[in-house]
């Protein structure tokens, strides 16, 4: 499996495709209409000009999933905070993909600065939480009937992981 930066060109249409059942068929995600390939071709864009957006390719060059961090709230003084994700294609589920993923991701996100990942995980979500906490997270709460989808409300429990540890200002702007 390799793991590498996403070429929002190249890759925007596999992660769409991988994104688009989240949307669609689950809670997982909060999104109600699956974004375009173009569209998801902006975000892969943006993500990583600011964060990053990474992919991961299977030895037969089928891309299996995606990760990416991005800001976590807007105001200045979340900048150190990055949020982030992780979505897998079907069949690459429970095969370490997601934990290659974030193994990338996350020391990648501390180089640049970052000092906390932060992840939300729309209820129920098992497998998601085992990753997270597998990957080190920990759940710092839970937003209560926060998301209405599918007919139902959904909670969103938060994780949390130091990327670097606190002791005190942070030595530098995220680049």
Same mark, same amino acid.
């Given at each position: 499996?390799?793991?590498?930066?996403?070429?929002?060109?190249?890759?925007?249409?596999?992660?769409?495709?991988?994104?688009?059942?989240?949307?669609?068929?689950?809670? #997982?995600?909060?999104?109600?209409?699956?974004?375009? /390939?173009?569209?998801? @071709?902006?975000?892969? *864009?943006?993500?990583?000009?600011?964060?990053?957006?990474? #992919?991961?390719?299977?030895?037969?060059? =089928?891309? %299996? $999933?995606?990760?990416?961090?991005?800001?976590?709230?807007?105001?200045?003084?979340?900048?150190?905070?990055?949020? #982030?994700? #992780?979505?897998?294609?079907?069949?690459?589920?429970?095969?370490?993909?997601? =934990? /290659?993923?974030?193994? *990338?991701?996350?020391?990648?996100?501390?180089?640049? $600065?970052?000092?906390?990942?932060? @992840?939300?995980?729309?209820?129920?979500?098992? %497998?998601?939480? %085992?990753?997270?906490? /597998?990957?080190?997270? *920990?759940?710092?709460?839970?937003?209560?009937?926060? $998301?209405?989808?599918?007919?139902?409300?959904?909670?969103?429990?938060?994780?949390?992981?130091?990327?670097?540890? /606190? =002791?005190?200002?942070?030595?530098?702007?995220?680049?």
């Amino acid at each position: 499996m390799l793991i590498r930066a996403a070429d929002h060109v190249r890759d925007a249409s596999a992660c769409a495709a991988i994104y688009a059942p989240f949307v669609a068929d689950t809670a #997982v995600s909060f999104e109600s209409v699956p974004p375009t /390939a173009d569209e998801f @071709a902006a975000r892969i *864009e943006r993500m990583a000009a600011t964060h990053a957006f990474l #992919v991961a390719v299977d030895d037969d060059g =089928t891309l %299996a $999933g995606f990760a990416y961090g991005c800001p976590h709230r807007e105001r200045a003084a979340y900048r150190w905070a990055a949020e #982030v994700s #992780v979505y897998l294609g079907d069949g690459f589920r429970g095969r370490g993909v997601g =934990t /290659a993923l974030y193994g *990338e991701l996350l020391p990648l996100l501390a180089r640049r $600065g970052y000092q906390i990942a932060l @992840a939300g995980v729309g209820l129920p979500n098992d %497998a998601s939480l %085992a990753l997270h906490r /597998a990957c080190g997270f *920990e759940p710092v709460g839970t937003y209560r009937r926060i $998301g209405w989808k599918a007919g139902r409300w959904h909670d969103v429990t938060w994780l949390a992981l130091d990327l670097i540890p /606190a =002791t005190g200002a942070p030595p530098a702007e995220p680049q």
